[in-house]
């Protein structure tokens, strides 16, 4: 194994500085446009002869709802760290804010399928919207290992998430391979080389 362990690189996330801005472009000119629409929609209400008083009421108390969760997002922050890049090393997956990490998913903290027949590592049911990459790792509050997706939740687009999720998968191979990965993942991932 000395020679997988030394052909293991880290691999750090690349991120789309063009897609990202348009992606946020676009949903601040929706959160500024639908408050824009209902106010124009609560005064064509109000004016409106066909419309008796206490619905005008109820419509404009909607409106007025709906402007303010409207508003309330648009100046809402996130208050926790943000993550700004991820990288996946030997000791595994690592959400950074600029150069604190925010959140770690290390190969130690993997667990086997508590179901002893059953994969370690799998991907979702194909009935979502994509599959993800599943592993199990000891849940402190509920005391016994438990199914989490690898995510990688960053407030920027990542060009290379699948290489990230591929070295990952590279990195549970080489560094603990007492975990039975399902063939799907190493077909997905292309690590073909790995199947026994």
Known sequence: MPS??????PIESKTSKRLSLLIKVVGIAFLIMTPLSIIIMAIL????????????IVLIALFIA???????????????????HIIVDEKGIHHYCNR???????YAELHSNPETDQYDVLLTEYDES??????????????????????????TVITNGNLLLKNFVKGI??????????PNVLDLYRLEEFRK
């Open 173 to 182: 191979l080489i560094f603990r391979p007492d975990l039975k990965i399902a």
């Open 45 to 56: 209400a109000f004016n409106a002869k066909e419309i008796s008083g206490e619905i005008k």
């Open 66 to 84: 709906i402007l303010c969760f409207c508003v309330w997002m648009l100046f809402q922050k996130n208050k926790k760290n943000i993550t700004t």
């Open 4 to 9: 997988q362990s030394n052909s293991f690189h």
């Open 130 to 155: 994509a599959p993800g990459l599943c592993i199990y790792f000891f849940e402190p509050e509920l005391k016994k290992a438990t199914r989490k997706t690898v995510n990688l939740n960053i407030d």
């Open 100 to 106: 604190n990490i925010v959140h770690s998913l290390a």
